[in-house]
């Protein structure tokens, strides 16, 4: 018995163009001093980055792929393909690394090997929507002499950022993003370099504010008015607005504002002409505001979301989708009289006549640090397996 345990050395997160590292441990567990402590031999291993395309069939009209086949694999074929029974298409995937061939296990003994990759820049993010699914495996293979292959699968997150690899590095190294804190080796400079430089484009465009004032209104007249300073965000931030309804003409007597993403397939590959696109809401702020002069709401956007992010079969959009409901009379006629003593009581009247609208606000969702997305990552940084 051979145990297999492969360590994420930065966590389940990456950002596309970083360089992936684990580090894979094989070990012989029985104890030296076990009177039936044999030596374990495993014929190869080998190892490579894949990333599976599901879509629901109702919605989303595919051709038939090429590699399909290779899914039916024999468990006792030599061959080594990563994506063996999973679901979908391999769409993505980068060139196998043999970590070794013929390898003794003493009782007791292990061996690590280091598996590094670079995560292709121009693939998609991870993302698990309503009618697609792109997911990303590490998939560590290995063999004993005369006996099935074994899988052992790494799931790991990716983050995208469009536009990044249009970017051209600084030839100055002084001037390149670093971190002067750490030393670095020579083969991970332009990995920290795009990390940095990713932290640095993405701190830039979601720092800029600038009042955004939009007017409400309905066929009635003017509701208030709608303030924010910034539409472009990284995930884990919070969207945070206010409300002006004292200079409206129309009493507002409820609103409700929703975190929502647009998923929306390609004309091509929709399964029905027009079909309607599929909306998520990922938090919501409700509150009664009759008599109310200015309200404000804040909604966190979840560092497991998807940042926005478009290919050739899916395009992903964020959106603030307010309801309103206002009043069909005027702000007085909201409240009745009951007594005629020196202690006036109002209350509420039985019956009204409201009106209702909504309206969608687009705004832009970036990815944050990778780092900061492990934190509440699904995904373990170690799997192991025994064989």
């Known amino acids: 018995m051979i145990e297999v345990l492969a360590k994420l050395g930065r966590g389940p997160v990456f950002l596309a163009g970083e360089v992936l590292e684990c580090m894979i441990t094989f070990t012989n567990p029985l104890s030296p001093s076990s009177t039936s402590a044999s030596s374990e031999m495993l014929a190869w291993a080998s190892a490579q980055i894949h990333c599976q395309f599901h879509a629901s069939e109702n919605r989303v009209a595919l051709p038939p792929s090429d590699g399909s086949k290779h899914d039916v694999q024999a468990e006792n074929e030599t061959v080594f393909v990563p994506n063996r029974g999973e679901r979908g298409q391999c769409i993505l995937s980068t060139p196998a690394k043999i970590l070794f061939c013929d390898l003794r296990l003493d009782p007791g003994e292990s061996k690590s090997y280091s598996y590094c990759e670079t995560l292709p820049i121009d693939g998609p993010p991870s993302f698990r929507g309503q009618s697609v699914k792109y997911v990303y495996k590490l998939t560590i293979g290995c063999q004993r002499v005369n006996s099935p292959i074994k899988l052992l699968r790494v799931p790991f997150r990716v983050l995208m950022l469009q536009g990044l690899k249009d970017y051209q590095f ?15 080796e020579e083969g991970l400079k332009k990995d920290s370099h795009l990390a940095d430089l990713a932290t640095e484009l993405l701190m830039v465009a979601t720092s800029r504010r600038s009042l955004h004032l939009y007017n409400i209104s309905n066929a009635r007249g003017k509701v208030g008015t709608f303030c924010i300073f910034k539409t472009v965000y990284k995930i884990g931030e919070d969207v945070i607005g206010t409300f002006n309804f004292s200079e409206g003409d129309i009493p507002c ?27 998520s809401t990922h938090a919501r702020h409700q509150e009664a505001c009759l008599h109310t002069a200015q309200s404000s709401f804040s909604l966190p956007i979840p560092l497991s979301s998807t940042p926005g992010f ?15 409901v206002t009043s069909g009379e005027s702000a007085e006629t909201c409240l009745v009289r009951v007594s005629q003593s020196e202690a006036v009581t109002w209350s509420g009247v039985e019956q009204m006549e409201v009106d209702t609208f909504s309206w969608d606000l687009p705004i832009k969702v970036l990815p944050t640090n990778p780092i900061l997305a492990s934190y509440v990552s699904q995904f373990s940084s170690t799997n192991s397996i025994t064989i």
């Open 170 to 184: 600084p030839q100055d190294e002084a001037v390149a993003p670093s971190n002067p804190f750490l030393e670095e």
């Open 253 to 279: 007597l409820q609103f409700s504002v929703s975190l929502q993403t647009e998923e929306s397939i390609q004309e091509e590959f929709q399964r029905r002409q027009g079909q309607p696109v599929s909306f």
């Open 310 to 324: 478009t290919t050739n079969i899916v395009s992903l959009k964020w959106r603030l989708h307010f309801e309103f």
